[in-house]
């Protein structure tokens, strides 16, 4: 009996699992950084406006208009220059190709068929005072072509910040008002005052007839 009850010892020993084995060394717990406060966070790209039809075609007027500006304004101080029709076929040149921007692209403009009847009749006149009759004729085109700084300013209020175009507004209406209805009144006076019409006399004969023989140097109309 003391050795069937040895061998049930060994028999329970044997059943017994073995325990799992010991690691030798227990991995660190992870260490946790608290949050960085928002101040110092990188803030968030974001991106730049989209470049639209819209913007495109204000970016190239930005670019093209400036360069009519200077040498309108440039023909005007040198009489009998061919500044005078350089700056009139330049301009041609940019209703022209303006027209086939705003034929391909009408989402570049708000008003796209106003806008092409506009530079159709533009390039017309033009055309007279470029090619039909440049010598009397380029000096008038290229003052009416001073009109374009208020366009210059319109675009630069439109792609500004909302801060800077605010203080634009108003030198944007008061050229606007100079040019596209002081400027336009006084050189229709021009014309009447040329054709013998009354009310062109109202605005004085030697002035008129002064801003006259500066535009056209002396010659004929």
């Known amino acids: 009996p003391a050795a069937v009850g040895a061998n049930e010892e060994k028999d329970e020993t044997r059943q017994q699992p073995e325990p799992p084995p010991t690691p030798l060394s227990t991995p660190p717990a992870p260490i ?4 960085l406060p928002l101040s110092m966070t990188a803030p968030a790209s974001s991106p ?8 495109l075609h204000d970016i190239l007027n930005l670019i093209i208009l400036p360069l009519i500006l ?17 700056s009139s076929r330049l301009a041609l040149a940019y209703l022209i190709s303006d027209s086939l921007f705003i034929s391909l692209l009408p989402s570049s403009v708000k008003s796209p068929k106003t806008i092409l009847a506009h530079h159709l009749l533009s390039s017309l006149l ?3 005072s470029t090619l ?21 300013l319109l675009l630069l209020r439109r792609l500004a910040p909302p801060a800077l175009a605010a203080r634009l507004e108003p030198l944007f209406l008061l050229v606007w008002a100079a040019t596209r209805i002081l400027l336009y009144l006084l050189l ?34």
């Open 32 to 35: 946790r950084c608290p949050p």
């Open 188 to 221: 229709s006076a021009v014309f009447a005052w040329h054709a013998g019409a009354r009310w062109g006399a109202a605005w004085g004969g030697g002035a008129v007839e002064g801003v006259e023989r500066f535009l056209t140097g002396g010659r004929e109309v």
């Open 126 to 128: 033009l055309v007279e």
């Open 132 to 152: 039909l009759n440049p010598s009397a004729h380029s000096g008038f085109a290229a003052a009416a072509l001073l009109i374009e700084s208020s366009t210059i």
């Open 70 to 86: 200077l040498l309108c304004t440039l023909s005007l101080t040198l009489p009998h220059h061919p500044l005078q029709t350089l």
């Open 48 to 55: 730049g406006p989209a470049l639209t039809p819209a913007r």
